[in-house]
């Protein structure tokens, strides 16, 4: 006789969204972005585990490392978003290659985590924080796609204050960072933001002094060389 189980609860089924929208959690990551506990979310985390709906990476690799485990989703999690969400067929197939993903990609998705968790208590919870998972597809956000699009509304003066999120965390050569700086500038002055709402404000998260420092200058650089000043950017150091 097959065992019966009960069907997802809405907790569980928020674990699996965010696990799509940032592809790799960790249970300290996701309790902060799901404003829950530790141990309820680890409570949670094995169930799901038990009963396959996400993976669990760790080793003893992990253990003298110090490293936490990493989640992502497997494909019954996948299947079970399939019925509840309106993710598109082809970015839930783009999802069953996470288990073979690479210890950069899977660095780098924790990093965007990391930085919505950041972001909100920076700026409150009213703050929406957008995943390239959530604006696949757009075609007037600068290619390629930011790590994240955040926003606030203010329904009373209708007015959106907006931001892309660039997340710098040591996972790509400084070629890279820099041109992640400069797509902003270029998408802009080759009229690419074809849209009366002024150009969001570019949030470069950085993951230490050091290099918060080099990205200063490689803004102020940028930014002379631009043909407008219309693209501003902010630059923070990620916390802990």
Request: net charge positive.
């Amino acid at each position: 006789m097959p065992t019966y189980r009960r069907p997802l609860n809405t907790q569980q089924l928020a674990i699996l969204t965010t696990l799509a929208r940032f592809r790799f959690g960790t249970s300290t990551l996701l309790a902060a972005s799901l404003n829950s506990t530790q141990r309820s979310l680890h409570k949670r985390l094995r169930i799901l585990v038990e009963q396959e709906y996400i993976g669990k990476r760790y080793d003893n690799s992990y253990r003298l490392a110090g490293r936490s485990a990493e989640y992502y989703l497997l494909d019954k999690g996948i299947a079970a978003l399939a019925e509840t969400t309106e993710y598109s067929p082809r970015f839930l197939k783009l999802l069953t290659k996470d288990s073979d993903a690479s210890d950069r990609f899977i660095r780098h998705c924790l990093s965007i985590l990391a930085a919505n968790t950041q972001l909100k208590k920076l700026y409150g919870n009213e703050l929406q924080f957008r995943t390239r998972s959530d604006y696949a597809g757009n075609e007037l956000f600068p290619q390629p796609l930011p790590d994240g699009y955040a926003f606030i509304e203010n329904p009373k003066a209708k007015v959106r204050t907006h931001y892309f999120v660039e997340v710098l965390d040591g996972t790509m050569p400084e070629p890279v960072m820099r041109a992640t700086i400069t797509k902003h500038i270029d998408w802009y002055d080759e009229d690419n933001w074809t849209t009366d709402v002024a150009y969001p404000t570019v949030l470069l998260i950085c993951r230490d002094e050091r290099l918060k420092a080099k990205v200063e200058k490689w803004v102020l650089k940028a930014l002379d060389e631009a043909w407008s000043d219309n693209v501003q950017f902010e630059i923070l150091l990620r916390t802990p």
